[in-house]
């Protein structure tokens, strides 16, 4: 098993930054595949961005492509979403979730909100 906390989230101003980071503990974290989501008030749960174990491979959902970026720095057992060119519609609690897969998400950390003024 593996544990994940995300952090970083907070209230930025449109087309401002934020970095989230998912801390993961417990199992080996270079072994999970990692998803980023989101879901806003009384929205669907949305796909952001998904990146491999290894790190060479990523995804992105087609609303942040070209503004996030998903990175994962297995050595410091962690997973990061650069979040740059920011909209309000980008405002919704984002996860981090694990898996041995890019299809699996099997854990899920307890969210981080962020929040983007106009």
């Known amino acids: 098993q593996v544990q994940l906390a995300e952090s970083g989230g907070g209230l930025v101003k449109a087309g401002g930054s934020l970095r989230l980071s998912c801390a993961a503990s417990?199992?080996?974290?270079?072994?999970?595949?990692v998803n980023w989501f989101r879901q806003a008030p009384g929205k669907e749960r949305e796909f952001v961005a998904n990146?491999?174990?290894?790190?060479?491979?990523?995804q992105y959902g087609d609303s942040v492509k070209g503004r996030f970026t998903v990175s994962r720095d297995n050595v410091k057992n962690a997973a990061y979403l650069q979040m740059n060119s920011l909209k309000p519609e980008d405002t919704a609690v984002y996860y981090c979730?694990?898996?041995?897969?890019?299809?699996?998400?099997?854990?899920w950390g307890q969210g981080t909100q962020v929040t983007v003024s106009s």
């Open positions: 990146i491999n174990w290894s790190g060479d491979r990523t």
């Open positions: 417990g199992s080996k974290f270079e072994v999970y595949a």
């Open positions: 979730v694990a898996g041995p897969t890019l299809a699996a998400w099997d854990y």
